[in-house]
C-alpha cells in the first residue's frame, strides 16, 4: 500500500476476454500494485465494486465485469520513537545489532504503524544511516514478523553501503535454528531452486513460479524427536521466506508456519504440543565489520517459546 497522504483515487477496469478467471482480490491486487490484505480491506468496506455491486474477494472475474476501485486518503506514515524494551547484542558508532523478539515487524508500514523495531530504536540510538529514511533508515535485511533473532543495521551511510555489498556478494554468512515437521532423510544436505512469487497467490513465495531467482539453502540435524527435527540452517542467498518455502517445497516445513505448511500442532496419543508461531530462530550472524574491518561473530539464545517446544517434544 502507498504511503504517504494522497488524494482520493479512482480506477475502472473491464475484464478482457483474455485475462484469466482468478479470484477478485488476487487481480485487483496484482493490477493496482497493493497488498492483497489492503485491497481485502476495501473490499469490505464497499470500495470496490463489480458491475456497481459489492462481491466477496474470492469472487472469480469474468469477461465483460467492470470492476469500480476507489482508494481512500490516508494518513502519512511517520517514525516516531517508542519506550519498548530491546536486547541490543553489538553497537558501536556505525552499526547495531539486536535480536529482535518474535512478533515484532521491523519497520512501519499500512497494518503496522507502531511498535516496530525502528520505533524501539529510535528512542535508544538517535543516529541511523539516512539512507532508507523516512521508515526504513539503516535498514538492509529484515526479518518475518514470528522470526526471532539477529538483525544488524546501519548507524551511517558509510557502513550501510559496506553492508549491501557485503549481503549482495554474500559475504555475512547467517544462521538460523529451525524447527520442522517430520524427519528429515540426511544428516545435512543443500536445497537449490529458484524462488518467486506464487502463481496461484501473490502473497506467497513459491519454488514453482514463472519468474523465480536462484536461492540455496544449507541445513544440518541437530536433533531428531518422533515427528520433527531441529536443524541448524544457513542461507547462502536471501529469498523473500526462502527457509519456509524451500522446506515446505521439501515436505517440512517449519513448525507453526500457518502460511507454508500449516502444520501449527503435532499429536501424540492424547498429547498435543502446539506452536503459535513460526519455530524460526536467526541465531548467529558472522561478517566483518563494514567500517573497521573487525571480524565479528554474534549469536542470540533460543527465545523462551522455542525452548519450551524443545522441551515438549523431547518428552
Same mark, same amino acid.
Given at each position: ?14 475484464? *478482457? ?111 541511523? #544511516? ?34 549491501? *555489498? ?46 523465480? *531467482?536462484?536461492?540455496?539453502? /544449507? ?19 536471501? /529469498? ?8 515446505? #517445497? ?58 519450551? #517446544? ?6
Amino acid at each position: 500500500m502507498p504511503s504517504g497522504a494522497q488524494k482520493m483515487k479512482k480506477i475502472t477496469s473491464t475484464i *478482457k476476454q483474455e485475462d484469466k478467471r482468478e479470484r477478485l482480490d488476487t487481480y485487483v491486487s496484482s493490477k493496482s500494485g497493493l497488498s492483497r490484505s489492503y485491497i481485502q480491506r476495501l473490499l469490505k468496506n464497499g470500495l470496490i465494486l463489480v458491475n456497481s455491486q459489492p462481491e466477496k474477494s474470492s469472487y472469480i472475474i469474468r469477461q465483460g465485469d467492470v470492476i469500480k476501485l476507489t482508494i481512500p486518503d490516508e494518513p502519512p506514515l511517520t517514525l516516531i520513537p517508542e519506550d519498548v524494551p530491546l536486547d541490543i547484542v553489538r553497537e558501536d558508532g556505525h552499526i547495531i545489532v539486536v535480536n529482535k523478539p518474535p512478533y515484532m515487524v521491523v519497520y512501519p508500514s499500512a497494518g503496522h504503524k507502531n511498535g516496530t523495531l525502528l520505533n524501539a530504536l529510535l528512542s535508544k540510538c538517535r543516529k541511523l #544511516a539516512s539512507t532508507g529514511a523516512p521508515l526504513r533508515p539503516g535498514v538492509v535485511h529484515r526479518l518475518d514478523k514470528e522470526t526471532s533473532g539477529l538483525i544488524v543495521l546501519a548507524k551511517d551511510n558509510a557502513a550501510y553501503s559496506a553492508l549491501v *555489498k557485503k549481503f549482495k556478494e554474500r559475504e555475512i554468512e547467517k544462521h538460523y535454528l529451525a524447527l520442522l515437521y517430520g524427519k528429515l532423510k540426511t544428516d545435512r544436505g543443500e536445497i537449490s531452486s529458484v524462488i518467486g512469487r506464487s502463481v496461484s497467490d501473490r502473497k506467497k513465495m513459491s519454488t514453482k513460479t514463472r519468474q523465480g *531467482k536462484e536461492a540455496v539453502t /544449507r541445513f544440518e540435524v541437530i536433533k531428531r524427536f518422533k515427528s520433527a527435527t531441529l536443524a541448524k540452517v544457513r542461507i547462502i542467498t536471501g /529469498r523473500t521466506h526462502q527457509i519456509r518455502v524451500h522446506f515446505a #517445497a521439501s515436505g517440512h516445513p517449519v513448525l507453526g508456519d500457518k502460511t507454508y505448511g500449516k502444520k501449527t500442532f503435532i499429536k501424540f496419543g492424547q498429547k498435543t504440543i502446539n506452536f503459535p508461531r513460526q519455530m524460526l530462530h536467526a541465531y548467529s550472524l558472522k561478517f566483518e565489520h563494514p567500517v573497521t574491518g573487525e571480524p565479528l561473530e554474534l549469536t542470540a539464545p533460543l527465545p523462551d517459546d522455542i525452548k519450551k #517446544a524443545i522441551e515438549e517434544l523431547s518428552d
